[in-house]
C-alpha cells in the first residue's frame, strides 16, 4: 500500500513560484501514473496536472497550461509541481493522487491513494 505526503505549499504573493513535493512510502510508484488535484474555497475539486508512470507523458489543466511543469523521479519514489506565475485563483488546498494500476487521466475516481494536501495561498 502506497502513502503520500505533500509538502511545499505556503502563502505567496501574485506572480510568484512555488515548488509543491510529493514523497511516496510503502511500495514503490514506479508502475503507477500520479497527478496533482486541488481544492479552492468553494470551488469543486480540479485536475491540475498529471504524468504518466514512464514520464514520458505529461498533461495539465487550462487553468495552469504554461504555468506549470510535472515531474516525478522514480527512484526517489517522489513527484513534484513547479507553480509559476500565481494568481490568487491558485489559491487552494493542493493534492497528490497515485492512480490505480494501469490507470491514466484526469478524473480523479481513477486515482486510489491520496495525501492529506498541502495549502497555497496567493496573495495580491
Known amino acids: 500500500q502506497v502513502h503520500v505526503v505533500e509538502s511545499g505549499g505556503g502563502s505567496v504573493q501574485a506572480g510568484g513560484s512555488l515548488r509543491l513535493s510529493c514523497a511516496a512510502s510503502?511500495?514503490?510508484?514506479?508502475?503507477?501514473?500520479m497527478a496533482w488535484f486541488r481544492r479552492g474555497p468553494g470551488k469543486e475539486r480540479e485536475f491540475v496536472a498529471g504524468?504518466?508512470?514512464?514520464?514520458?507523458?505529461?498533461d495539465y489543466g487550462d487553468s495552469v497550461k504554461g504555468r506549470c511543469s510535472i515531474s516525478r523521479n522514480n527512484d526517489k519514489n517522489m513527484m513534484a509541481l513547479q507553480m509559476n506565475s500565481l494568481e490568487p485563483e491558485d489559491t487552494a488546498v493542493y493534492y497528490c493522487?497515485?492512480?490505480?494500476?494501469?490507470?491514466?487521466?484526469?478524473?480523479?475516481?481513477?486515482?486510489?491513494?491520496w495525501g492529506q494536501g498541502t495549502q497555497v495561498t496567493v496573495f495580491r
Open positions: 504524468i504518466r508512470w514512464s514520464g514520458d507523458q505529461t
Open positions: 510503502g511500495d514503490l510508484i514506479r508502475s503507477h501514473s
Open positions: 493522487a497515485v492512480a490505480g494500476f494501469g490507470y491514466y487521466g484526469t478524473s480523479a475516481i481513477g486515482y486510489a491513494c
